[in-house]
Structure formats: structure tokens, C-alpha cells
């Protein structure tokens, strides 16, 4: 039998509705890739991530570099208002290693969908009505894989990185 895939799920994780999430998504990989994967979910990681108890940054910091440096393969969640600074420093720290990264970004705002006036709102000062995600983590990612924009094509794209 071929040794399991192991995964880090990179997400932020100080809000219930966040660890909802994290929690769900990786459950159903867990489920789907069951025997084959192995994920690494840094909320279940309590002697770090126990927000009630102590853990220093060099703590923190080793701690999680351990699994990223045994992990075979990075999933980041990029959603936001600002994409998560941890998140964005495991992906930095995680492309160095030159394996595959896959990225999640859901934001709604993503696309004109056709419609010309959110594209004309581009030019008036803060009428926007698009989302934005760092430009650079966005350009390590698809160096080392892709983004997607849910949680099911992440795991197609899981799928084939699995097979491989």
C-alpha cells in the first residue's frame, strides 16, 4: 500500500464560524481520501492553538514548521477581508519546499458576471465592487498549483495530486 498523502489545512481559526468550516471541509476529505490522507488541521492542534492556554511565538512558529515541513501537500484558504497573515506565511514558508499548493478562494465578488457597471465603478474612487487577495501569495500558489473557488473543486484538484 502506498504511504499516506499527508495535508496541511492552512486556514485562519479564531472565530467559531471559521473552525465551522475548517472543521467541515477537512472532514470531508478525511472522508472521501479515507486511508490515504493524513491532515494536519492546526485548530485540533491544542498545545499551540488553545487560545486559553500559553504558546510563545518561537512555539507556535516550530511547532506548525514541523507538520508543513512532513506535509506533502499545502491547502489554503484565502478568504477574508484580509487574507490571514499565518496563512499567508505557512504558503511562503511551504513554496520554498517546492511542493504542491492548493489554494481556496470563495469571495463572492470574484468576476463582473458580464455586468458593465461594475466595471465602470473600477474608475470612481472606493466603488469597487470586487474583492482583492494579495498578488503575490496569489503568484506563489499557482507557481506551485492552483486556486479554486470551493471547497469540492479543491477536492477534484486533491483528487489528482492523490493519484499521481
Known sequence: MDRLKKLYFAAPLFSEAEQLYNEQV???IESIFKNRVEVYLPQR????NDKSQY???????NGDNAYLEDTDILIA????????????AEVGYFYSMNKPIIGIY???RQGSYGNQEKLNALDELA??????????????????GLIVSDSHQAIDALAELIID
Open 26 to 28: 477537512v472532514t470531508l
Open 45 to 48: 492542534n491544542n498545545s499551540i
Open 55 to 61: 504558546a510563545d511565538s518561537i512555539m507556535i512558529a
Open 77 to 88: 484558504l484565502l478568504d477574508g477581508t484580509a487574507m490571514d497573515p499565518g496563512v499567508a
Open 106 to 108: 470563495t469571495d463572492s
Open 127 to 144: 466603488e469597487s465592487q470586487f474583492s482583492y487577495v494579495n498578488l503575490y501569495v496569489v503568484g506563489l500558489i499557482k507557481q506551485r
